[in-house]
């Protein structure tokens, strides 16, 4: 089956109600609101559930056939029946919203039968926009992007806080607590590779992986599998995503942690 056409129209009215929305979360951005945990480790706070809102209300209004899956939303499997899901993260970074610190963004994706096709993230306090259409490139703040052409793994700059001792062949870079910010530092040649070795949700990464695509970047689970969306457990294990030329070492280094993670 071909890949879907994506109207330009529909990918800037998706940029501005995200634009709208990265504005909404900023104004309110190191004042104080009520905050919780989810889970332990989990936090949320009371913004995360009004840009929500605004999203769900914003993006049913303009695609009003669309599904949606949302961190903030309760799944509803309806979804599953949709040929158009929004897979959305108000904010996604929120431990950095929270601090006060620059590492988050809105999240906005487009899924149509299974494929990402318009991804967004906005990201106000760094002056970021970052837009994909699926086979028209991606572009931050307008400028397009273009993933690295690295080829030696050793040396590898990865965005991370302290690397394991195995790996400290690599480099380590600064990490927004984002990891759709951090996915979108490969697309940008500001990193090499990025790797989880978990399950994940595919709010967290699906404009993301869309926007490293379309920026030339190598992206794929942990084990370097194809990456699907609006499945219905909304996750996958991990998300890998490198220049192309480093992509195969990535996975054979990770390969023996990844089976260890999903065991």
């Not at 760094?126 to 992007?145: F, P, S």
């Not at 949700?201 to 993301?208: H, S």
Request: with cysteine; proline share 5%; glycine share 8%.
């Amino acid at each position: 089956m071909a890949d879907p056409v994506v109207d330009r129209t529909l990918l800037d009215a998706v940029a501005a109600i995200a634009a709208e929305a990265g504005q909404m979360a900023f104004a309110r951005f190191g004042t104080d609101f009520q905050r919780w945990e989810k889970t332990p480790g989990s936090p949320v706070c009371e913004v995360d559930l009004d840009v929500d809102a605004m999203l769900k209300a914003r993006l049913s209004a303009l695609l009003p056939d669309a599904g949606w899956l949302s961190e903030e939303t309760a799944d509803n499997p309806d979804r599953l029946a949709r040929d158009r899901v929004w897979v959305v993260d108000p904010i996604d970074g929120t431990r950095d919203y929270i601090r006060a610190r620059p590492g988050w963004c809105v999240s906005v994706a487009l899924i149509e039968r299974g494929v990402v096709t318009i991804g967004v993230l906005d990201a106000p306090s760094r002056g970021e926009r970052w837009e994909a259409a699926l086979g028209q490139g991606a572009t931050r703040n307008g400028v397009v992007l273009r993933a690295g052409d690295r080829t030696q793994f050793a040396g590898s700059r990865v965005p991370s806080d302290a690397l394991p001792k195995a790996d400290r062949d690599l480099t380590a870079i600064h990490k927004p607590n984002s990891i759709a910010l951090r996915i979108a530092m490969v697309a940008a040649d500001e990193a090499d590779l990025v790797a989880t070795l978990r399950w994940g949700n595919e709010w967290d990464i699906a404009a993301a992986v869309l926007i490293a695509s379309e920026a030339g970047a190598a992206v794929s689970d942990a084990f370097g599998g194809t990456l699907a969306f609006n499945k219905p457990r909304p996750q996958a294990f991990g998300v890998l995503a490198s220049t192309p030329g480093i992509h195969a070492a990535a996975i054979e280094r990770l390969a023996d942690r990844a089976k260890a993670a999903m065991a």
